[in-house]
């Protein structure tokens, strides 16, 4: 059984940092491209960031470049998401993602950047 668990949502004042978890099993970790995406109240889906299968390529989108760094941990099936000097205009549903010969999505885990 495929299973994405993401963890480490929450609230957080602007300018803060919040570390995403995504615990994955059911299928080969190491073989799939992982993201994570964000979706916020009447909006679509959106790419926050990619890595590839061993972990050596990371792609960004513009927004959270230089703030947010994605990682794997591929013994132990885990992907992350460091997100730093949060704003909110984060403030989503954060999703992770795998994507190989099929693809995976995680619940969501909620994030928002509010005082």
């Known amino acids: 059984q495929v299973q994405l668990v993401e963890s480490g949502g929450g609230l957080v004042q602007p300018g803060g940092s919040l570390r995403l978890s995504c615990a994955a099993s059911?299928?080969?970790?190491?073989?799939?491209?992982m993201s994570w995406f964000r979706q916020a109240p009447g909006k679509e889906r959106e790419s926050v960031a990619a890595i590839s299968s061993g972990g050596a390529s990371t792609t960004y989108a513009d927004s959270v470049k230089g703030r947010f760094t994605i990682s794997r941990d591929n013994s132990k099936k885990m992907l992350y998401l460091q997100m730093n000097s949060l704003k909110p205009d984060d403030t989503a549903v954060y999703f992770c993602n795998a994507r190989g010969s099929v693809q995976y999505w995680g619940q969501g885990t909620q994030v928002t950047v509010s005082s």
């Open positions: 059911g299928f080969t970790f190491s073989s799939y491209i």
